[in-house]
């Protein structure tokens, strides 16, 4: 798949996600942001409950 190619994918999906969430009134960048800080909060909990090394993090 070339550049070109990739960046109508990506932004056909784009559009596509933006119209599945209309309704909650955010934009997709907003569960993006949301995804990540969830993320990281389940990290720092499963940390926080035990003794974490370098590799807990991978």
Partial sequence: MG???FDSFADE???L???NIAAS???PEFFAEYKIRDIAGDDATRCAARACSISDRA
Avoid: D, I
């Fill in 3 to 5: 550049k070109a190619e």
């Fill in 13 to 15: 999906y784009l559009s």
């Fill in 17 to 19: 996600h933006a119209r």
């Fill in 25 to 27: 009134g955010e934009a």
